[in-house]
């Protein structure tokens, strides 16, 4: 079974920075693509950023030069850095498993709260 467990979200100040982290298990964490998503009150869920298991990286626009997402596969770990957070960045970030060739599944973390705020 697999399980995606986030934690580094929280509340800051517009400008400020955060590092959320998402923790992996069940699976062979570095053949997958690993994504983070957001998801804000009354909107649909958004890509953040994605990385594949060959370190490709890809983000939505809004976040383009502010956000940075890496992977250590050796601890089966994502990271996204986040940096000159603004109150557009409030909401709810997903981690996600994306599917592969012969394996179609997708996986959600429970997600982590990040509010920008003065």
């Known amino acids: 079974q697999v399980h995606l467990v986030e934690s580094g979200g929280g509340s800051v100040q517009p400008g400020g920075s955060l590092r959320l982290s998402c923790a992996a298990a069940?699976?062979?964490?570095?053949?997958?693509?690993m994504g983070w998503y957001r998801q804000a009150p009354g909107k649909q869920r958004e890509l953040v950023a994605q990385?594949?298991?060959?370190?490709?990286?890809n983000y939505g626009d809004s976040v383009k030069g502010r956000f940075t997402i890496s992977r250590d596969n050796a601890k089966n770990t994502v990271y996204l850095q986040m940096n000159s957070l603004n109150p557009e960045d409030t909401a709810v970030y997903y981690c996600?498993?994306?599917?592969?060739?012969?394996?179609?599944?997708?996986?959600w973390g429970q997600g982590t709260q990040v509010t920008v705020s003065s």
């Open positions: 996600n498993r994306g599917p592969r060739y012969g394996d179609p599944r997708v996986y």
């Open positions: 990385i594949t298991s060959g370190g490709s990286t």
């Open positions: 069940g699976l062979i964490f570095s053949v997958y693509t």
